[in-house]
């Protein structure tokens, strides 16, 4: 089916799948491989979409890394490894990731967990909080500062010690 009816599959597929968001281009490869399109069918999509500007590595990791930032509000190492698992090469994921700020995240995921902490003792809420943000990919700098500050918070409401 070289150049013929499967080529046009693979592009209508390709086409449908970034209607839904933006996708790398070894995400792509790897969904159209799956849905078993051969590897002629596959450059084929790949290649007119990358010429037509619909597949952009670089744009895609952007977009990744808001997304990473102001929804999911994962740390920097969480970040990274969710641009790496949508298929973002390692090069335009470090530049993506420039200035990425961990603490504005942070701030906001201390908000949403503060009602959740409220009635337990402090050891139990520390080490909570800090099994939470690691999961979440913050690195050990922001996870003590963040610990500290949620905690000193929470023993000024409390007036209680440890």
Known sequence: MAGGAGDNKALAYALKLLGYRPRSERELRQRLSRKGFTRT???????KLVGLGYIDDAATARALRDQAERVKLLGHS??????????????DAEQALE???EEAAALKLLERKQRALAGLPRHV?????????GRRGYSGESLGRML????D???EKDTGGD
Request: glycine letters at 16%; a positive charge; charged letters at 35%.
């Open 41 to 47: 069918e596959e450059d084929g999509a790949i290649l």
């Open 78 to 91: 969480g970040a990274r490894m969710f641009l790496w698992t949508r298929g973002i090469g390692k090069e």
């Open 99 to 101: 200035g990425y700020d």
């Open 125 to 133: 809420a520390r080490r909570r909080l800090a099994g939470y943000l």
């Open 148 to 151: 500290r500050l949620a905690l």
């Open 153 to 155: 918070d929470k023993n």
